[in-house]
């Protein structure tokens, strides 16, 4: 039987690519921003911020979209090189690497920044921790029965047992849904409580970290992948 069309995740590829080519004319605009007029200088960053923010966001509905029509594949996320996926935690970014470019890219905190980054350090950890159990338990979902059962069972298959393993799969799919939904819920939470703590120009240097982290992940597993194929 035909399987039904699933057009966000078959053309998230295309939709990254796309997203990608914003992050990188972003970053262009977030490095000529240093140079402008003290007294225009504020006003043009926060515009430009909010439209970076509302460019992550974006990317974001997308996914859940995606995960919508197939959370295996947007688990794997087969739009990303191997190098990339090797980054991946619970089908995006660890929330912490915020915070770790943060510390790399803003050395001029307050007293009271400070204070508060710890804050939210706490935080970030507590939620890493609790969506880390839960997919432990996701994984222990997979070697449960009736998953377990059939994947060791040769010969035929009953139809009751194939009704078993469709339920199972899709209360799979719910919880994978659902886990990911919470890991792209904290990785928004952390930004934003990142941005708040920040002024202007920090955030400038943060978003600006972030761009070219991503686009150099990008392109070291493109070239990775164009020298394994070379060699192969």
């Known amino acids: 039987m035909a399987q039904p069309p699933h057009p966000v995740i078959d053309n998230f590829g295309n939709f990254y690519q796309s997203w990608l080519a914003g992050q990188q004319s972003f970053l262009q605009q977030l490095l000529q921003s240093a140079a402008l007029p003290a007294n225009d200088k504020e006003e043009a960053q926060l515009r430009l911020i909010n439209q970076i923010l509302a460019h992550y966001q974006h990317y974001y509905e997308e996914l859940s979209k995606a995960a919508g029509e197939d959370v295996f594949r947007a688990f794997s996320a087969p739009w990303l090189t191997p190098f990339e996926r090797t980054l991946l935690w619970i089908g995006g970014f660890k929330p912490s690497i915020v915070l770790r470019l943060l510390d790399a890219a803003v050395k001029d905190l307050a007293p009271p920044q400070r204070a508060r980054l710890e804050e939210v350090k706490a935080e970030v950890r507590r939620n890493e921790r609790d969506l880390t159990e839960a997919m432990a338990s996701l994984q222990?979902?997979?070697?449960?029965?009736?998953?377990?059962?059939?994947?060791?069972?040769?010969?035929?298959?009953?139809?009751?047992?194939?009704?078993?393993?469709?339920?199972?799969?899709?209360?799979?799919?719910?919880?994978?849904?659902?886990?990911?939904?919470?890991?792209?819920?904290?990785?928004?939470?952390?930004?934003?409580?990142?941005?708040?703590?920040?002024?202007?120009?920090?955030?400038?240097?943060?978003?600006?970290?972030?761009?070219?982290?991503?686009?150099?992940?990008?392109?070291?597993?493109?070239?990775?992948?164009?020298?394994?194929?070379?060699?192969?």
């Open 140 to 232: 222990e979902m997979v070697a449960a029965p009736p998953i377990e059962a059939l994947a060791r069972r040769a010969g035929r298959v009953m139809d009751r047992e194939i009704c078993e393993m469709e339920g199972a799969i899709e209360e799979l799919k719910t919880a994978m849904v659902m886990v990911l939904n919470r890991a792209d819920g904290v990785r928004g939470s952390a930004v934003m409580k990142v941005m708040e703590l920040l002024d202007p120009d920090q955030r400038v240097r943060l978003l600006a970290a972030a761009a070219e982290f991503q686009l150099r992940i990008r392109r070291w597993g493109v070239h990775r992948e164009q020298r394994h194929n070379r060699e192969s």
